[in-house]
């Protein structure tokens, strides 16, 4: 096999960089939020996010616990080599809320608070593409 096809064959480094990147955003950024939502009293949370004081506190305490489910699902699996294609089905959730996020703020006239949502958008569809078909994570070897 000549180095070209090679080369072509292995994703390059940045794009292995920016995805273990991405995967960690997004850790991050859904597991504080699941935290913030399962931890926080709802009046105190009602003033951050409006939208949990008019909803049910089970509804608020759920979507914290999906928040975390999906930022662990996101990096742990692939971090850990363990049934990483599990990461893969963690990016397409994340898309999902994230798409639901977005359409329940702006069908609220909150649109300005989408933009966190949209960024969240973007990395979860290029961990969802890279870890699907550019850079998957080879299951660790019992």
Do not use: Y
């Amino acid at each position: 096999m000549s180095t070209t096809a090679i080369e072509t064959a292995t994703p390059g480094r940045p794009l292995r960089v920016g995805l273990w990147v991405a995967q960690g955003a997004i850790f991050f950024v859904f597991a504080a939020a699941g935290l913030v939502k399962l931890l926080t009293p709802i009046p105190q949370l009602a003033a951050m996010m409006p939208w949990t004081g008019e909803h049910s506190e089970a509804f608020v305490r759920i979507i914290g616990l999906i928040d975390i489910a999906g930022g662990i699902g996101i990096l742990l699996p692939a971090l850990t080599r363990i049934l990483p294609r599990l990461t893969v089905l963690a990016a397409l959730g994340c898309t999902v809320l994230q798409m639901f996020a977005i359409t329940f703020h702006v069908s609220r006239g909150e649109a300005a608070v989408t933009p966190l949502n949209l960024v969240l958008l973007a990395l979860a569809v290029f961990v969802l593409w890279g870890r699907g078909r550019k850079a998957p994570i080879a299951p660790r070897q019992f």
